[in-house]
């Protein structure tokens, strides 16, 4: 089945502690996208990739770093420099053209130890 | 940038009819989502409207009015697993990527 997997489902920091959470594609699709969303709000964007090696700061980069190798997998380090790393954290890919739809994996929750 | 309004809560009675708003403003407006999301889940995509007019889609129609800055999400014969988030979600010209603005959601709870 084509889609999106994300990695793990639920994840524990501890304070100074680096993490990271996988995104894996198998849709072809040559962007991807990683969000945080807080509880009762809406998707904000942390950073994005529009093809493969290159990657772009969205509005709340600040304590996160991602890399982008392979067009498939776009992963997400949460670093000790996120205060507040605790959020809901949504990976989603799309085309590049057209409508340009984005297509969502089911999300890691991280929380703080 | 860009700045995006919906409602916070909606109630409404199964088998009704609900319209969920939108606004935006926007430098140079690419493009206009909505998403479902339910509770502690992934948003599915729902509806794209990049020229004015209503776009229908069996239960489910969406509007946009460009010049107004405006859409709204038209959900018919409500049912109550229709209960969830809805996100209006904006692109701009800035950027070919299909990056996009999304707004704090509209809770919609379907009640018997």
């Known amino acids: 089945d084509g889609g999106i997997t994300q990695s793990p489902k639920y994840l524990f920091r501890k304070e100074g502690q680096n993490v990271t959470l996988s995104c894996e594609q198998n849709?072809?699709?040559?962007?991807m996208y990683w969000y945080r969303q807080d509880p009762g709000q809406g998707l904000r964007l942390i950073y994005y990739?529009?093809?493969?090696?290159?990657?772009q700061k969205g509005d709340i980069a600040e304590g996160y770093s991602v890399s982008r190798e392979k067009k498939e997998s776009f992963p997400l380090t949460v670093t000790s420099a996120q205060k507040n790393p605790t959020a809901f954290y949504l990976c989603?890919?799309?085309?590049?053209?057209?409508?340009?739809?984005?297509?969502f994996g089911a999300g890691t929750r991280l929380s703080v130890l | 940038g860009q700045n995006i309004d919906q409602p916070t809560e909606m109630t409404a009675t199964e088998g009704a009819i609900v319209q969920i708003n939108c606004t935006y403003q926007?430098?140079?407006?690419?493009?206009l989502f909505w998403y479902q999301q339910h509770a502690g889940e992934a948003p599915t995509f729902l509806s794209y409207?990049?020229?004015?007019g209503l776009e229908e889609k069996g239960r489910f129609s969406s509007f946009l009015s460009r010049s107004k800055g405006y859409s709204y999400l038209l959900l018919k014969e409500l049912q109550m697993k229709d209960s969830a988030s809805y996100l209006c979600?904006?692109?701009?010209?800035?950027?070919?990527?299909?990056?996009?603005?999304f707004g704090d959601g509209t809770t919609l709870t379907v009640k018997p």
């Open positions: 989603a890919s799309s085309p590049g053209t057209g409508q340009n739809i984005q297509y």
């Open positions: 849709l072809n699709h040559d962007a």
């Open positions: 990739s529009q093809i493969v090696n290159d990657f």
């Open positions: 926007t430098s140079g407006f690419n493009g």
């Open positions: 409207n990049v020229l004015d």
């Open positions: 979600a904006v692109r701009d010209w800035e950027t070919n990527a299909g990056k996009s603005t």
